[in-house]
């Protein structure tokens, strides 16, 4: 009895060679089945090896999306910004070539000297606004921060 009970147990421990695959037969009728089974005509199908894809974990996923969506908000800032100080560069070309170093022509409303020295008065003030507007928004720009970092 002590032999056979070790017997038992030695071939259940004993390295079973099993052949592994999948099959693909198609009957007379054309019916096409698929089985770990190899059966007569039957043809053994290479398969591509499966892909494991490691768990994510959502917590990572969330401050991606974070910071995503701050770099996008950061990049619209960027972009509206850019766009306000090259309109007012252009703007303060502008008045400057008016001006012309504060001697700009006289226009044909500006019979009265006193209101061609107010005009002139008034684009030498816009040109320092102008001036501080850009200032403020240059450092606006280097306060957000750059997608590369």
Avoid: W
Avoid at 9 to 16: E, N, T
Avoid at 54 to 71: F, G, L
Avoid at 98 to 115: A, F, I, M, T
Avoid at 126 to 131: A, G, T
């Amino acid at each position: 009895m002590k032999t056979n009970y070790f017997l038992l147990i030695a071939l259940v421990c004993s390295p079973c060679s099993v052949q592994s695959g999948v099959y693909k037969h198609i009957d007379e009728h054309g019916n096409v089945t698929y089985s770990n089974v190899p059966s007569h005509n039957a043809r053994k199908i290479d398969l591509p090896p499966i892909v494991v894809v490691p768990a994510v974990d959502p917590e990572d996923i969330e401050e991606r999306i974070t910071k995503r969506r701050e770099t996008a908000r950061n990049e619209e800032q960027r972009e509206l910004i850019e766009s306000k100080i090259s309109k007012e560069e252009s703007r303060l070309n502008e008045i400057k070539h008016e001006y012309k170093d504060g001697v700009p022509d006289r226009l044909g409303s500006e019979r009265n000297y006193q209101r061609y020295l107010d005009r002139v008065e008034r684009l030498k003030e816009e040109i320092n606004v102008r001036e501080k507007n850009l200032s403020i928004l240059r450092n606006e720009l280097q306060k957000i921060p750059d997608k590369n970092r």
